[in-house]
């Protein structure tokens, strides 16, 4: 029972690298989602797909890109890491708007 | 400006003693309010509220909102250490699609033995 499941858990980029964090659900949920998380912040959306083929952009957007590569997998890509994006990174699923969202353990990701 | 606001930010309290959580919002006509415990890693759901005025229990842990005054509690009695988390408010705003839910910044529990 897997549930969503996030890699890597750690990551340590230099500024201008890139990456992709990988998001996979076994639920069979329609919608995606990446929140990053940061102290004092709470939790922000940064894309969400509300189902295979479409995405949109969520309160902090800039900087990264997604993929939903089928109904399973959304993967978030940072093209050019900076130092801003250094936060730990969450995956979510869902399946209705009465349902709640389920998350994955995280990524840590530090850009020094 | 912050839509969903959670008070107080952190609290310390003994083993035993009842807290509670407080969540307002700004978003009205919301579909859900939601409460998360998150400990090390991924927040794990606690409850959905959608009806105002109906308390929903699970344990020692209870929650309910007001619509109208906007805003939402959650009551732990007999705290254990084992409930020291972040406990994070939610709101499922309006609108048709699937946009996601806007947390607030969390209260950071802590239950000293």
């Known amino acids: 029972n897997a549930g969503v499941t996030q890699t890597p858990k750690f990551q340590v980029l230099k500024t201008g690298q890139s990456m992709t964090l990988q998001c996979a659900q076994d639920m069979n949920h329609n919608s995606m989602y990446w929140y990053r998380q940061d102290p004092g912040m709470g939790l922000r959306l940064i894309y969400y797909s509300a189902s295979e083929g479409t995405t949109d952009k969520g309160e902090v957007p800039n900087g990264y890109n997604v993929s939903r590569l089928n109904k399973r997998e959304f993967s978030l890509r940072l093209e050019s890491a900076a130092p801003s994006q250094t936060s730990v990174y969450f995956c979510?699923?869902?399946?209705?708007?009465?349902?709640?969202?389920?998350f994955g353990n995280g990524t840590r990701l530090t850009v020094t | 400006e912050d839509k969903v606001v959670q008070s107080p930010l952190s609290l310390v309290v003994h083993e035993g003693d009842t807290v509670t959580l407080n969540c307002s919002y700004e978003v009205t006509n919301f579909r859900s309010l939601l409460w998360y415990k998150q400990e090390k890693k991924a927040p794990t759901f606690l409850f959905m509220l959608?009806?105002?005025?109906i308390e929903k229990k699970s344990g020692r842990l209870s929650s309910i909102l007001d619509k109208k005054e906007l805003f939402s509690i959650l009551n732990i009695t007999a705290t254990q250490t084992g409930d020291s988390a972040v406990y994070l408010c939610a709101v499922d705003p309006p609108g048709g699609g699937a946009d996601g839910l806007t947390f607030g910044k969390g209260t950071h529990l802590i239950i000293q033995p």
């Open positions: 979510a699923s869902g399946d209705s708007r009465n349902s709640p969202l389920h």
């Open positions: 959608t009806s105002s005025g």
